[in-house]
């Protein structure tokens, strides 16, 4: 590595203790009760929104008698802190789920793009309604879900394809769009006219494999115009399909919801197509004839007050 080369992220971020102390001095606009709040001495404390304000380079907070009140800098930061404080709370929901727990009492199985951008959320507010809840997740494609809940491996299933698999119930939940992108590198990047369905079925995309509800839809949408060509690229992932995407190999088709922050940062821009709708229900299913109780009755309600990705 050069001397020239950036610092890892890790130097340049204040660690999640570092930010959950700054977010308990917003609350209490008390050094001293902060403290007592994450469970170090005030001394601690002072010490370490000192070493953060070197890390940064900014002032958070201006000490006086009568408290600790944010500068305007270290109320900006505060609220960056909260996304990241957030965003942790579902990476560490998604986690414990993930464990292979025997004292599991819900085992959910969900397909990729629902266990990687919805379910968490759901996860955290199960814990808030009920804290003593033990989780277990098994994700794969829409196929796996469904194979997984007619084994008896899993109590409720989501899954994103076109209808509801054979032999299971279900409901919709939300409803998601497919979208076409490409890294601002590729030619179509630069088309002043939406794509045709008859071009997208022709060009060689990445994909994501068969059996999952995103190829499902897409084959389905573009079977009136020819069929999908040989992929390009055949992968098992969200994360691989647009890792490839944006390293300029060619277009994909993913969820809408997979791509807020490639979208909004231009690591891949979105692609009007005109004459095919891409739009699909997410759902959630279990064993016919069994409707979900308890914990799985729990879960499949808070799915229904959040949001739709429609």
Request: glycine fraction near 10%; charge should be positive; hydrophobic fraction near 45%.
């Given at each position: 590595?050069t001397?020239d ?5 890790s130097h ?5 203790g570092?930010?959950?102390?700054l977010?308990a001095?917003?609350?209490h606009g008390s050094?001293g009760r902060?403290?007592?709040d ?7 404390a002072?010490?370490?929104i000192?070493?953060?304000e070197?890390?940064?380079?900014l ?8 408290g600790?009140r944010?500068?305007?800098a270290?109320?900006?930061?505060t609220?960056?802190?909260r996304?990241v404080?957030?965003?942790a709370?579902?990476f560490?929901a998604?986690a414990q789920?993930?464990r292979?727990?025997?004292d599991s009492?819900l085992?959910?199985?969900a ?7 919805l379910?968490p959320?759901w996860?955290i507010?199960l814990r808030?309604?009920?804290?003593g809840t ?5 994700a794969?494609?829409s196929?796996?879900?469904?194979q997984?809940?007619l084994?008896g491996e899993?109590?409720?299933?989501f899954v994103?394809?076109l209808?509801?698999p054979?032999?299971?119930d279900g409901t919709v939940?939300?409803h ?10 590729h030619?179509w990047a630069?088309?002043r006219?939406?794509l ?20 499902q839809v897409l084959d ?7 069929g999908l060509a040989?992929?390009?690229?055949e ?5 691989a399909v647009k890792?490839a995407?944006?390293s ?5 088709v993913?969820s ?9 940062a231009?690591?891949l821009?979105?692609?009007?197509i005109?004459g095919v709708r891409?739009?699909?229900q997410?759902?959630a299913?279990?064993p ?5 109780t308890g914990p ?8 229904r007050s959040?949001p739709?990705g429609?």
């Amino acid at each position: 590595m050069t001397s020239d080369a950036p610092a890892l992220l890790s130097h340049r971020v204040p660690d999640l203790g570092a930010l959950e102390l700054l977010l308990a001095v917003a609350r209490h606009g008390s050094l001293g009760r902060a403290a007592r709040d994450v469970g170090i001495t005030q001394p601690a404390a002072s010490s370490r929104i000192r070493s953060m304000e070197r890390q940064l380079g900014l002032a958070l907070l201006d000490r006086s008698p009568r408290g600790s009140r944010l500068t305007d800098a270290g109320a900006l930061v505060t609220d960056w802190a909260r996304r990241v404080v957030e965003a942790a709370e579902a990476f560490d929901a998604g986690a414990q789920a993930l464990r292979d727990r025997r004292d599991s009492r819900l085992r959910v199985a969900a397909s990729m793009t629902i266990a990687e951008y919805l379910l968490p959320g759901w996860l955290i507010a199960l814990r808030g309604a009920r804290p003593g809840t033990a989780v277990s997740l098994l994700a794969g494609n829409s196929a796996v879900v469904a194979q997984r809940l007619l084994a008896g491996e899993a109590d409720l299933g989501f899954v994103e394809g076109l209808s509801v698999p054979e032999g299971l119930d279900g409901t919709v939940i939300a409803h998601d769009r497919l979208v076409v992108v490409v890294a601002p590198s590729h030619a179509w990047a630069r088309r002043r006219t939406p794509l045709t369905p008859g071009e997208l079925a022709a060009t060689p995309l990445i994909l994501r494999e068969r059996g999952s509800g995103t190829r499902q839809v897409l084959d389905a949408a573009l079977a009136v115009h020819g069929g999908l060509a040989q992929p390009l690229l055949e992968l098992s992932s969200t994360t691989a399909v647009k890792g490839a995407a944006e390293s300029g190999a060619g277009p994909c088709v993913l969820s809408e919801l997979a791509l807020g922050e490639e979208l909004s940062a231009r690591r891949l821009v979105k692609i009007p197509i005109a004459g095919v709708r891409l739009r699909r229900q997410l759902r959630a299913v279990w064993p016919a004839g069994h409707r979900p109780t308890g914990p799985a009755r729990d879960l499949l309600s808070l799915t229904r007050s959040g949001p739709s990705g429609d």
